[in-house]
């Protein structure tokens, strides 16, 4: 066992441990090394398990020896790490800090180095004051909803007029041209089908086809500028052969009493359904200002406190937003370096310009922590049951069956945290004050545009 460790905690939260093991320790691990190759290696001249240490040691010393002291560190550093009190954070590798020199007739001394969970010197966290806006459920909100209801119940059919405008569904066949007319091998394309105003065709064909008419055929030509997102197109000059194959359109229903009983059994009248909303909207501006309360909350704490980030912590956060980022727009990596690099940027950019705002969300996070350790915060048992019991009600499943489910899976920790940091913002909220800032718009709310 280590004889000696010297702990030295540095900026951003690295730890430089000095280890020192006693020279018997170091001899019998080289030896326990050398006895176990004289039995299984096979050199020239000996039979097997019948070479003599000592020319092993001629042959093979140096190898032998950076072997043996791998071990030796490799042996202790898990006892070590099980005492120190800065522990090593389980996504940071430690990794040796300066050169070794291992002598077997001497105690063997190395360095670690290895980032550990930041040390919080909290800022006060009671009686802040913290400016939130304001929103209220507007006529247009009530109608955006409607109408996206509307949309969501609407039916395709094939349009009486069969001429193009904005908004119709259209099926065109295409292809290109070349300089004589003659069809671009390779470029033919049939039963391609967008919305017309989207932009959702490589062309962006959608101006030139509006006013034609079901089965007319036309021959566009386009110039695209050197900064064209299709690269294949960029700066060049296309003659493009179109042909209108179907022509649809959305019939949206009326906004009655049928709609509202389509949309759930839970409504009788359009007036069920309007109340309904209303009721949801105005739930999602309360929940938005308080994670706004919270948020800002942590912030002033987080500002008036000392953190000492570690930059493994940074750089997992940062890889979980990339990942997060891919996700989202259900795209591969090869993609979105793509998608980057056609806008000027690169992954590095991208990640260097949300350091930010990724530091300010790791204060915050540590920030709730640290208030939940000093004010001993504690979630019961019967807490997470209660939660999961809304879970099944809300899925119409057995509570049981859904315990079981999130329990297996590890999904109860979720639960815990989200309670806890609950019981947090309930005492910031107790010992704080909010400021009615200025009124703004629910969409305006809900994006931070404000």
Known sequence: ??????????????????????????KKTYDDLINEYCKK??????????????????????????????????????????????????YAQPELDGEIDFDITKDFSFGILYDTYPEIELGEYKGLEVEVPSSKVGKEDLERELKALQEQNSVVVNKASALVAKDDIVTVDYLELDEKDEPIEGTKREGFTFTVGSGYNVFKLDDEITGMKLDEEKVIEKEFPADYEYKEHAGQKKRIKVKISAVKEKKLPELDDELAQDISDEYKTLADLKKDIES?????????????TLTRSLEKIAEASKIDIPDSMLQREL?????????????????????????????????????????????????????????????KPEEIDEELKKIAENQKKDFDEIKDFYTKRGYTSSIEADLRNQKVFDLLS?????????????LDLMQEKY
């Open 1 to 26: 066992m280590a004889v000696d460790t010297k702990l030295e905690l540095k900026e951003n939260s690295k730890v430089s441990l000095k280890i020192t093991v006693p020279e018997a320790e170091v």
């Open 430 to 442: 107790e010992k704080g004050k909010t400021k009615k800032g200025k009124s703004v718009k629910y």
């Open 319 to 379: 890889s979980t937003r990339w990942q997060t980022i891919l996700y989202r727009y259900q795209m591969n990596e090869t993609l979105l370096l793509n998608q980057l690099e056609k806008e000027g940027k690169s992954k590095d950019m991208l990640m260097e310009e949300m350091k930010p705002e990724v530091i300010k969300a790791i204060k915050s996070s540590l920030v709730m922590e640290k208030i939940a350790d000093l004010e001993k915060i504690e979630i």
């Open 280 to 292: 949801k909207l105005q739930l999602n501006i309360e929940n938005k200002i308080k994670d706004i």
């Open 41 to 90: 290696v096979q050199v020239k001249g000996f039979r097997k398990g019948k070479v003599p240490a000592s020319v092993l040691i001629r042959k093979f010393g140096d190898a032998l020896k950076d072997e043996a002291a791998q071990k030796v560190i490799e042996n202790n550093l898990e006892k070590v790490f099980e005492t120190v009190d800065k522990k090593p954070l389980p």
